[in-house]
């Protein structure tokens, strides 16, 4: 039996480039499931995405999954694409087997905690305050550089990753610190700043965007206040739950998010095609 790939739609093409197109899986042209290939909305037309691969019931456990993936990579070669990324949810452990089978390699997860009712409080000598024009700067030069290193860590182009840092600071902040729906907030320590917290309240769960403890300052419990920080003013908001994205390989974070209640909900995985 031979399994394809077979268009529900026309290329569909954004002004920006973007490209989009729906598929049925078909086994001996018989539909047995659905799969859906775009261009990354942030990297641009060097990565494709895969979104909701799926196989009917009746035909699972036969393959179809694997060789409709291999299919949608060679659509994605085919594109111009260099990398290919699938998000899988973490409750679906066989497509995640399956990705894994395939060479995908985790690159980051998404994490969500529910919140209470009562905010907590941030432990004795530390408070949180707004940050200033004056500091919004160099913290924006420096965010913007510390991400894009951490996808060159993780085999994105320098250039490329450049890029991505830049766009997703300005869409991010299109207002600078009046940014509707951001809170942007330095944390002291006895008086000292200590660290930074940037997180968003426009959707729900409100979602932490970047948390940095001042270099050198490091492993003294910053980072969990900062954190309890985020709770705090999510919860002030009115939000139920806070989520946010931690690469692999970050082991403190990883480690620091897990003792404080919070559960993978999804993973995020690439393969290069070239």
Request: with cysteine; glycine share 10%; hydrophobic share 40%.
């Amino acid at each position: 039996m031979t399994t394809t790939l077979r268009p529900t739609e026309p290329l569909q093409r954004g002004a920006d480039g973007a490209l989009s197109r729906r598929y049925q899986v078909c086994v001996n042209s018989r539909p047995v499931g659905s799969v859906r290939l775009s261009t990354h909305p942030s990297f641009g037309p060097s990565v494709a995405v895969l979104h909701d691969l799926y196989v009917e019931e009746a035909d699972r456990g036969r393959g179809r999954g694997t060789v409709a993936a291999l299919a949608a990579e060679e659509v994605a070669r085919g594109w111009g694409c260099a990398r290919l990324g699938i998000e899988v949810p973490a409750d679906a452990e066989g497509a995640l087997r399956l990705a894994t089978t395939l060479g995908y390699v985790h690159r980051n997860r998404r994490m969500v905690k529910p919140l209470g009712a009562t905010p907590p409080e941030l432990p004795a000598g530390s408070r949180a305050r707004a940050m200033t024009d004056a500091e919004y700067g160099p913290w924006l030069a420096a965010g913007t550089v510390d991400y894009a290193q951490d996808w060159i860590d993780r085999g994105v182009p320098a250039a490329e990753a450049l890029a991505k840092s830049e766009r997703d600071y300005a869409v991010g902040l299109p207002q600078g610190l009046s940014t509707p729906d951001t809170r942007i907030s330095v944390l002291e320590h006895e008086g000292a700043r200590v660290g930074t917290l940037w997180l968003v309240l426009a959707r729900e769960p409100a979602f932490v965007y970047d948390v940095v403890v001042d270099e050198g300052l490091r492993g003294r419990g910053h980072g969990r206040t900062l954190m309890l920080l985020a709770e705090a003013q999510s919860i002030a908001a009115g939000k139920q739950a806070l989520g946010l994205n931690v690469f692999v390989g970050n082991t403190p974070a990883e480690r620091l998010y897990a003792s404080l209640g919070y559960v993978t909900t999804s993973y995020s995985l690439y393969k290069g095609l070239i």
